[in-house]
């Protein structure tokens, strides 16, 4: 990109014309509280962190012109934990050509839940993973009362789908208390995951 720079608001003559810019594509990050009050999360190998498998919230990828960050949310909960909620099991599943994206006055999809499903599900914001050169969006999430959607789901039984990136995901269950700490600790190690957390806990406790 050519950027020209600003100072106090005033337009300088300074110009940078090779200033990296890399647009990553848009992820989900989903922090599950179950139907019994208690946090779902993942423990598993994460190719970019050093060390063994870490706790992370569940997250994924949006599929790029086909799914809003809601729809994306919905999906991966499923796939990764088989859990969902009773609003998405009363809904049909849209066909693929019926994606519609619902914009912000910037052009981006604004990841607002529709309010059938805002009984469990609360947008807890956009946000950007790298101010000055892009990296895409985090949609981060809190989803509460999720019920089984597939057999064995929410449970250390369920096997999400294998990411060629990392291991077998493990499905780990947390109280209230543990969560508080393991975020004191350090134990998510993704900032992501941090923000996540933390936002839910605020909705959670609010």
Same mark, same amino acid.
């Given at each position: 990109?050519?950027?020209?720079?600003?100072?106090? $608001?005033?337009?300088?003559?300074?110009?940078?014309?090779?200033?990296?810019?890399?647009?990553?594509?848009?992820?989900?990050?989903?922090?599950?509280?179950?139907?019994?009050?208690?946090?779902?999360?993942?423990? +598993?190998?994460?190719?970019?962190?050093?060390?063994?498998?870490?706790?992370?919230?569940?997250?994924?990828?949006?599929?790029?012109? &086909?799914?809003?960050?809601?729809?994306?949310?919905?999906?991966?909960?499923? +796939?990764?934990? $088989?859990?969902?909620?009773?609003?998405?099991?009363?809904?049909?599943?849209?066909? &693929?050509?019926?994606?519609?994206?619902?914009?912000?006055?910037?052009?981006?999809?604004?990841?607002?839940?529709?309010?059938? /499903?805002?009984?469990?599900?609360?947008?807890?914001?956009?946000?950007?993973?790298?101010? @000055?050169?892009?990296?895409?969006?985090?949609?981060?999430?809190?989803?509460?009362?999720?019920?089984?959607?597939?057999?064995?789901?929410?449970?250390?039984? /369920?096997?999400?789908?294998?990411?060629?990136?990392?291991?077998?995901?493990?499905?780990?269950?947390?109280?209230?208390?543990?969560?508080?700490?393991?975020?004191?600790?350090? @134990? /998510?190690?993704?900032?992501?995951?941090?923000?996540?957390?933390?936002?839910?806990?605020?909705?959670?406790?609010?």
């Amino acid at each position: 990109h050519t950027v020209q720079l600003k100072q106090e $608001g005033i337009t300088t003559s300074s110009v940078v014309k090779d200033w990296i810019f890399l647009e990553g594509q848009d992820r989900v990050v989903v922090a599950i509280v179950d139907s019994k009050g208690q946090w779902i999360v993942q423990r +598993q190998q994460r190719y970019a962190l050093p060390g063994g498998p870490v706790l992370t919230p569940v997250q994924g990828m949006l599929i790029p012109e &086909k799914e809003s960050p809601f729809v994306a949310a919905q999906r991966i909960v499923l +796939q990764q934990t $088989g859990l969902t909620t009773t609003a998405s099991q009363e809904t049909e599943s849209l066909p &693929k050509d019926s994606f519609s994206p619902m914009l912000d006055e910037y052009g981006l999809q604004d990841g607002k839940v529709p309010d059938k /499903f805002q009984r469990d599900w609360t947008f807890l914001g956009r946000y950007r993973n790298l101010g @000055d050169q892009g990296g895409g969006f985090t949609y981060s999430y809190l989803l509460q009362n999720a019920v089984p959607g597939s057999a064995k789901g929410g449970t250390v039984d /369920f096997l999400p789908p294998l990411n060629n990136l990392r291991e077998q995901p493990e499905l780990v269950t947390m109280g209230m208390q543990h969560v508080k700490e393991t975020l004191q600790n350090g @134990d /998510f190690p993704e900032i992501t995951g941090v923000a996540t957390m933390s936002l839910a806990l605020q909705g959670v406790q609010s």
